[in-house]
């Protein structure tokens, strides 16, 4: 079974404060997705990283995928309250021949103005 | 494109009771997946259909069951409904010719029970 592991689990800061978000395992995944949700409502896809070592920019919001594609972080820059939320990593086992994304538990963001 | 719908968004039932919950995938979307988000455990995946046929299965007892129609709409079951069932239940589609499997979800169904 493919874990993904999140960290940290909550993270609570200040506006303006900048913030990084880990996802890790110890298996391959041939691409992996963020996703953030807020309450009521079902996760919102921000982003796939399908390339070893690649990073993508969406804002203030910059996402690396590990060169092994093991382990993917999300960095924020000056976050404000509006990215509050909880934001989830998942990813694609190689393996997999439909739609099975394995999520990490994620992480509850809390940004205070 | 609207998007993807749930039905009913909440619903309380009683141990031993079963319930069907439904999900319209956004237009175009040939794929849906169901999965169970509770504090605990997180997202867990269910299951996934593609043209009516159960495509992938996660570690979920027979009690959870689902289908999907040819219109691609789709409904899952659960029956003899225990207290750890309560969850949010969500459903996502997804456009499976990108060959990225990028899930796009409904609200959910917030299932409690009693």
């Known amino acids: 079974t493919q874990l993904l592991e999140q960290s940290p689990q909550f993270l609570s800061i200040q506006e303006g404060e900048n913030l990084t978000v880990y996802c890790n395992s110890s298996?391959?995944?041939?691409?992996l997705q963020w996703y953030r949700q807020e309450p009521g409502e079902g996760p919102v896809l921000l982003v796939t990283?399908?390339?070893?070592?690649e990073v993508k920019k969406l804002k203030r919001l910059t996402f690396q995928f590990g060169d092994a594609r093991k382990d993917s972080s999300l960095h924020i820059t000056a976050a404000q309250p509006g990215d509050t939320g909880l934001y989830l990593c998942?990813?694609?086992?190689?393996?997999?021949?439909?739609?099975?994304?394995?999520f990490g538990e994620g992480t509850q963001l809390t940004v205070n103005p | 494109k609207a998007g993807v719908t749930q039905t009913p968004r909440y619903l309380i039932k009683t141990r031993g009771q079963q319930v069907t919950l439904s999900c319209s995938p956004i237009?175009?979307?040939?794929?849906v997946s169901w999965y169970q988000q509770t504090p605990g455990q997180g997202l867990q995946f269910l299951f996934e259909?593609?043209?009516?046929?159960?495509?992938n299965k996660g570690n979920f007892p027979g009690r959870f069951s689902g289908r999907q129609f040819s219109n691609s709409r789709s409904e899952m079951n659960v029956s003899t409904l225990e207290l750890g069932d309560s969850a949010l239940y969500l459903c996502?589609?997804?456009?499976?010719?990108?060959?990225?499997?990028?899930?796009?979800f409904g609200p959910g169904t917030r299932l409690t029970v009693t």
């Open positions: 998942a990813g694609l086992g190689r393996e997999t021949s439909g739609s099975r994304l394995t």
């Open positions: 990283v399908v390339t070893g070592g």
């Open positions: 237009s175009g979307h040939r794929s």
């Open positions: 259909y593609f043209s009516e046929t159960q495509r």
């Open positions: 996502a589609s997804s456009p499976t010719s990108l060959g990225s499997y990028e899930q796009y």
């Open positions: 298996s391959v995944f041939s691409s």
